[in-house]
């Protein structure tokens, strides 16, 4: 895989955005764009593992955050990582007020069709950075 | 008297299936095997300094539930808290069970929400341990 | 314990009531600036409420009861419904929380304020009103009472 898009998640524990975050990445990662993303351990980036540190400084970087906390996105930043676009599922959400997700440990049907819709976003925008092949 | 607390703070590291047994045997705890003990701690809200995560993890004992050796969780709360009451890495537990591959990471299968359960047991276990000492 | 706020903490979370405010029981904050009232939630409602997804103001203009709505919040589990502390007349709304309604939660006391009334009777509405201080030992008893339902399993 040359020059994968990393899509890294906020995973955040707490809530059903945080759940949602992982899993609009293993979507995106695993099934809508497989060859040209990956993900990483945003744990590892935040204890500044060199890989990790070396990685989101030479690869494109997608954040997907949960709420407004914006944890993925700032931790990446702290790293000078080359952040090209950052999503939040809240915002998301607020597009489409007609589904509540609710459950945290395991995803519910809405927190599936809210990933979805979120993944389809992100997959256009790998294929986007791809197309113009640099970030801005 | 006020009930006791531990802080429990999982990796939930999204590259392997252990970081998601971490999250799911963390959550599970927290939602029904020990509900009043436990606090999570949110290791990316705690990592941008927020206060309050990082306060309780100094001022009560935590339990790191870390995917594989690179034991992000104990790092990270050893840094910025203090030192954790006990450190358990799944991948070192799956090893001792004899459980090879137990699932893909995006959505555990049978044999992944069992191994889950077992860790999750285990961080019972080390609650237990920690309140009699 | 700062000099601008109370502070309780609970498990992980701080709860923080701004002093030289007023307050009901409903946990709605009142600023009086010259006979006007701008009015908020606490921090201990944004907290127990979660994370606001969509804001709904009034219309300036409207006229409200106390004890009515006034505004309210939408949040992944509920809708908060906001109560009005006066009989009064809606003359702003804080429009930004229609684009950032995260502010409800980021900084419920600052720029997270909801609307701007002006009471219609003031004197006799200020006695349903309470002091930081009393509001403070009122949030303490009503934090004790969510921690013994055991509603932690979102933080």
Redesign the interface.
Request: charged share 20%; net charge positive.
């Given at each position: 895989m040359s020059d994968p898009v990393l899509i890294?998640?906020?995973?955040?524990?707490?809530?059903?955005?945080?759940t949602i975050s992982?899993?609009v990445?293993?979507?995106v990662v695993?099934v809508l764009k497989k060859d040209e993303t990956d993900?990483?351990?945003?744990?590892?980036l935040?204890?500044g593992?060199k890989d990790a540190v070396r990685s989101v400084k030479s690869h494109r970087c997608i954040a997907v955050d949960g709420?407004?906390?914006e944890?993925?996105k700032?931790?990446l930043e702290f790293f000078n990582a080359k952040v090209a676009a950052n999503y939040r599922v809240?915002d998301i959400?607020?597009e489409n007020?007609n589904l509540?997700?609710?459950a945290?440990?395991?995803l519910d049907e809405d927190g599936r069709k809210l990933a979805g819709i979120l993944a389809e976003k992100i997959a256009l925008k790998v294929d986007e950075l791809n197309h113009k092949g640099v970030v801005s | 008297m006020s009930t006791p607390k531990i802080g429990v703070v999982s990796c939930s590291g999204e590259c392997c299936v252990e970081g998601t047994i971490s999250r799911i045997a963390t959550r599970l705890v927290l939602e029904k095997l020990r509900p009043d003990n436990t606090v999570t701690i949110c290791l990316p809200l705690f990592s941008i300094g927020e206060k309050g995560e990082r306060m309780f993890a100094k001022n009560f004992p935590t339990i790191a539930v870390d995917g594989c050796e690179k034991r992000c969780a104990k790092n990270a709360i050893e840094k910025y808290s203090g030192k954790t009451a006990c450190s358990l890495v799944v991948s070192d537990l799956l090893k001792k069970w004899g459980i090879n591959n137990p699932s893909p990471r995006r959505e555990l299968n049978e044999e992944g929400i069992e191994a889950a359960l077992k860790v999750a047991e285990e961080i019972v276990v080390a609650m237990d341990e920690i309140f009699t000492r | 314990m700062s000099d601008d706020f109370y502070q309780e903490v609970a498990d992980k979370f701080i709860f923080t009531v701004k002093k030289r405010l007023l307050y009901t029981e409903n946990d709605v904050w009142i600023e009086m600036i010259n006979g006007k009232a701008k009015i908020g939630i606490t921090d201990f409602l944004q907290r127990r409420g979660g994370d606001a997804v969509f804001v709904e103001l009034p219309q300036i203009g409207k006229t409200v009861r106390r004890g009515d709505e006034t505004s309210s919040f939408e949040t992944i589990k509920a809708v908060v419904s906001i109560a009005s502390p006066f009989d009064s007349t809606v003359i702003e709304v804080n429009s930004t929380l229609n684009d950032k309604p995260e502010l409800i939660n980021e900084d419920p006391y600052g720029e997270g304020w909801l609307v701007l009334v002006s009471p219609s009777h003031l004197e006799e509405d200020k006695q349903y009103l309470m002091t930081a201080e009393k509001y403070f030992e009122l949030m303490k008893s009503k934090i004790k009472d969510e921690l013994g339902k055991g509603s932690r399993k979102e933080v």
């Open positions: 890294i998640p906020c995973s955040g524990i707490g809530k059903s955005f945080g992982r899993e990445t293993y979507y695993e993900t990483l351990c945003l744990s590892l935040v204890m593992d709420c407004p906390n944890c993925s700032k931790n809240v959400l607020r007020r509540k997700p609710s945290v440990t395991f | - | -």
